[in-house]
């Protein structure tokens, strides 16, 4: 990176990323919604992890021969798309619980019924294959980090630097997002919400999925 002017356009561009909706964003809103705050952090950690490798793989030049080569592109697409779509049909098939009747000393806590209460790792498994099985990841690291590095410089120190700022933001917004949800939490998982929340939210993913498939075309 030669100067900060190139560093601020880099900003520029991550703080855009990182803010747009995407599927990693909806699984933060999803997460938040059925989780405590502190647990649906570790599918952020699954979503950074694979940002950060991505982005080593980028930096090795290995992004542009994954990205040159059509049928591995192929293969994450499908994949990416299916997984999507996998947890969009998951949501549109869970029903809330039922209400019961609320007693003074047991508070109610609404759940999904069908949805099995997910361990810190099966959420962060889950937010590193939405991360890693996203071909436009992919185009964005590839086109994005050569414009930044500058072989005049410490090519080391130009990839911690703008590896850093891509995961520190990322971070920051997911968790932004997780929060939002997790703050109407208790109003998301009234068994009608949630029905309708977890509807939206999958139709979402489906959507993205589908829309996996003709990306690159």
Do not use: D
Not at 39 to 51: D, S
Not at 65 to 78: M, N, R
Not at 140 to 150: D, G, H, I, K
């Amino acid at each position: 990176m030669s100067n900060y002017s190139n560093y601020l356009v880099f900003l520029g561009v991550v703080l855009i990323a990182t803010i747009s909706p995407g599927p990693a964003v909806f699984l933060a809103l999803k997460n938040g919604a059925r989780y405590n705050y502190s647990k649906a952090l570790f599918g952020i950690f699954g979503n950074i992890t694979a940002l950060l490798i991505f982005a080593t793989l980028s930096a090795l030049g290995l992004g542009a021969i994954l990205l040159a080569s059509s049928k591995a592109f192929l293969l994450i697409k499908v994949v990416g798309s299916v997984y999507l779509c996998y947890l969009g049909v998951k949501l549109w098939a869970a029903r809330a619980a039922p209400q019961p009747t609320l007693t003074p000393a047991v508070p109610f806590i609404p759940t999904n019924e069908n949805i099995k209460e997910a361990t810190h790792f099966a959420l962060y498994q889950e937010g590193l294959l939405v991360g890693i099985t996203n071909p436009k990841t992919i185009v964005f690291f590839t086109a994005l980090f050569p414009q930044f590095l500058s072989f005049e410089q410490s090519l080391l120190q130009q990839f911690l630097l703008l590896a850093f700022t891509i995961a520190f933001f990322s971070f920051i917004f997911l968790a932004l997002y997780t929060a939002l949800s997790s703050s109407v939490r208790t109003f998301l998982n009234r068994p009608k919400v949630m029905t309708i929340f977890n509807k939206v939210i999958g139709t979402v993913f489906i959507g993205y999925g589908i829309g996996l498939l003709f990306f690159g075309k």
